[in-house]
Structures are given as structure tokens and as C-alpha cells.
T-cell receptor
Framework: AQKVTQTQTSISVVEKTTVTMDCVYE???????LFWYKQTASGEIVFLIR??????ENATVGHYSLNFQKPKSSIGLIITATQIEDSAVYFC????????????FGTGTKLQVVP | EAAVTQSPRNKVAVTGGKVTLSCNQT?????MYWYRQDTGHGLRLIHY???????EKGDIPDGYKASRPSQENFSLILELATPSQTSVYFC?????????????FGKGTRLTVV
């Protein structure tokens, strides 16, 4: 069955450093899509970045990048040059199959960026 | 810009009462979803819909019903609200199929059942 696990409950980093948030997933499907979302202090949830299972190249958007390790069923989110406004809760999610309808989410990792 | 609007944003309900949470999307997406967020559980899928007239059970459907009368609107119904349903509820919309299927979330509804 489809499952997404985030074991890091919270992380604190110093501003301008790099942080990696972990996510492991379980699926029987050969084709799947992995997503990261950010929930700000106001509660709003926004999409950040996506990795397609059939792509070997790690996705990158701005100062967000992914570390996709398919043999380990792992998709880490890397934030470089962190800023105070990166403080938020980050969710990993997965959708199975090319025609899959819904995404299943992990429990989230709370990131605090301190000066 | 994708838009998903939830109403009400805050709701206090009495145990045993009926609660309806509404969601409207202007993205013309075929899929819509209801999730609830609780500490330690992340976002859990309650119901979802492929399109007008369809509803499907998610991972935690017990105690909830859903209604999708049109492409734009998707409601979550608690026929007999219980304190355990106190939570923050998020509606979302998205496409089926293909790669560009990130979902777009509403701002959430905070429901308190007393």
C-alpha cells in the first residue's frame, strides 16, 4: 500500500546554511510522482517541487532541490542558503501511477531557521 | 492563479449537530479533495472526487460524507459531529493523470466540536 514517512518532527538551523529533510515512501507502482509542499505560519499550504519516478535527474527549483534515491525509496528536500522565511512545516507527498487521482502525505517536518 | 475557497473559515459546532464545510474552486480541475490536519498525523485524506456527481472514500471516511454537485463545488458533511472531529480541514483541487498534478489548497477551516 502507498505510504509516506517523515521521521524528522522538527529541525532547527542557522540562517544561510543548508538543510535536508528526509522522506521515505512505499509503493508497488513502477510509476509515481513525489511532491514537497510548504505550510506557512498562516496555515497556507503551497506546492514547492516535484520529482517524477522515471527521471534520474534530481529536480531543482530556486533554492530548493531534491535528492532522489530510488533504490532506497527516498526523496529528500534540500534547502540551500536558508532564510528566516523558510521557517515552516514541510510535507512530502506521493501520487501513484500515471493516472493516479490522489496524493498521500507524510506527517510533516517543522523547520525553524534562526538568525 | 489557482484558487480554492473554503467556507466557513472557522466553525464551532455542538456535539450531535450537523456541519457542512463548503469548497469552491475556479481552476476547472476535475479532482477535488478533503483532508484533515492533526498534530502528529499530518494531512489525511477523508474523501475525494473525480468530477461532478462522484465521491470516493479516502483513508479516514468514517463519520463524514461528501457531495460534489458541480465541477466547482465540493462539500464535506458531518451528519453527527463529535469532539474527535475537531480539526483543521483543507480542501484541495488538482488534475488527474500526467506529471503536472500538484494540488492546490484552500486556506483551511478550523472546526471545533464542543
Amino acid at each position: 500500500a502507498q505510504k509516506v514517512t517523515q521521521t524528522q518532527t522538527s529541525i532547527s538551523v542557522v540562517e544561510k546554511t543548508t538543510v535536508t529533510m528526509d522522506c521515505v515512501y512505499e509503493t508497488r507502482d513502477s510509476s509515481y510522482f513525489l511532491f514537497w509542499y510548504k505550510q506557512t505560519a498562516s496555515g497556507e499550504i503551497v506546492f514547492l517541487i516535484r520529482q517524477d519516478s522515471y527521471k534520474k535527474e534530481n529536480a531543482t527549483v530556486g533554492h530548493y532541490s531534491l535528492n532522489f534515491q530510488k533504490p532506497k525509496s527516498s526523496i529528500g528536500l534540500i534547502i540551500t542558503a536558508t532564510q528566516i522565511e523558510d521557517s515552516a512545516v514541510y510535507f512530502c507527498a506521493m501520487r501513484e501511477g500515471w493516472s493516479g487521482t490522489y496524493q498521500r502525505f507524510g506527517t510533516g517536518t517543522k523547520l525553524q531557521v534562526v538568525p | 492563479e489557482a484558487a480554492v475557497t473554503q467556507s466557513p473559515r472557522n466553525k464551532v459546532a455542538v456535539t450531535g449537530g450537523k456541519v457542512t464545510l463548503s469548497c469552491n474552486q475556479t481552476n476547472n480541475h476535475n479532482n477535488m479533495y478533503w483532508y484533515r490536519q492533526d498534530t502528529g498525523h499530518g494531512l489525511r485524506l477523508i474523501h475525494y472526487s473525480y468530477g461532478a456527481g462522484s465521491t470516493e472514500k479516502g483513508d479516514i471516511p468514517d463519520g463524514y460524507k461528501a457531495s460534489r454537485p458541480s465541477q466547482e463545488n465540493f462539500s464535506l458533511i458531518l451528519e453527527l459531529a463529535t469532539p474527535s472531529q475537531t480539526s483543521v480541514y483543507f480542501c484541495a483541487s488538482g488534475w488527474t493523470g500526467g506529471a503536472n498534478t500538484e494540488v492546490f489548497f484552500g486556506k483551511g477551516t478550523r472546526l471545533t466540536v464542543v
